[in-house]
């Protein structure tokens, strides 16, 4: 079973920043089978990155995934008011799926 | 535009069964994986099992002695079933629809309470 391990908890920026989350594996994400989502307050996840490094349909390109193997980054160039949510990475590679416990992005 | 809407009774008695339809609208249920996924406070997000609609299915061995998927194709309908629940089990409870594992289209949620 993999475990994801996200860090920080939580990330404290201002609109205009960079943000930079990671995701870490208790072992090996096979083909890179990891993707990141976003979530709002009373919404479901939403997909934005897969496979690692590739986006989702509909989302900008401020966001940006990259790692391969245990260790995982979800970047956001330039950060909107929208984006400021909870942040889960999620591996695919191998059952049970599993998700990271989540990063938090709060406006400072 | 695929979209998925969860139904089931809101509350559940400890001990008792829990059962989840999820209504796929806009495309047909064949050639995808489909996914339970649930999310509570104390656990964040856990994947619970998924079935292709071949009927093939894949669980959590942490919850598989006590999980049930099954497809209505004819309904474009999936279910779930979570046998002899507890406390524990209380969650918002998703289904999500994958190409492959991936779950990529989401439903809204619903919200199941476990409590006498």
């Known amino acids: 079973e993999i475990v994801l391990t996200q860090s920080p908890g939580t990330l404290s920026l201002s609109p205009g920043e960079r943000a930079t989350l990671s995701c870490r594996a208790s072992?090996?994400?096979?083909?890179?089978?990891l993707a990141w989502y976003q979530q709002k307050p009373g919404q479901a996840p939403r997909l934005l990155i897969y496979?690692?490094?590739n986006t989702a349909t509909g989302v900008p390109d401020r966001f940006s995934g990259s790692g391969s193997g245990t260790d995982f980054t979800l970047t956001i160039s330039r950060l909107e008011p929208e984006d400021f949510a909870v942040y889960y990475c999620?591996?695919?590679?191998?059952?049970?799926?599993?998700f990271g416990q989540g990063t938090k992005v709060e406006i400072k | 535009q695929v979209q998925l809407q969860e139904s089931g009774p809101g509350l559940v008695k400890p001990s008792e069964t829990l059962s989840l339809n999820c209504t796929v609208s806009?495309?047909?249920?064949?050639?995808?994986?489909w996914n339970w996924i649930r999310q509570s406070p104390g656990r964040g997000l856990q994947w619970i099992a998924n079935?292709?609609?071949?009927?093939?299915?894949t669980y959590n061995p942490s919850l598989q002695s006590r999980v049930t998927l099954s497809l209505d194709t004819s309904r474009n309908q999936f279910s779930l079933k979570v046998r002899s629940v507890t406390a524990a089990d209380t969650a918002v409870y998703y289904c999500?629809?994958?190409?492959?594992?991936?779950?990529?289209?989401w439903g809204q949620g619903t919200l199941v309470t476990v409590s006498s």
């Open positions: 999500a629809r994958g190409p492959g594992w991936l779950p990529t289209n």
């Open positions: 806009g495309d047909s249920i064949s050639g995808y994986y």
């Open positions: 079935i292709h609609y071949s009927g093939r299915t």
């Open positions: 072992q090996s994400v096979a083909k890179n089978y």
């Open positions: 496979e690692a490094s």
């Open positions: 999620l591996q695919c590679s191998i059952s049970p799926l599993a």
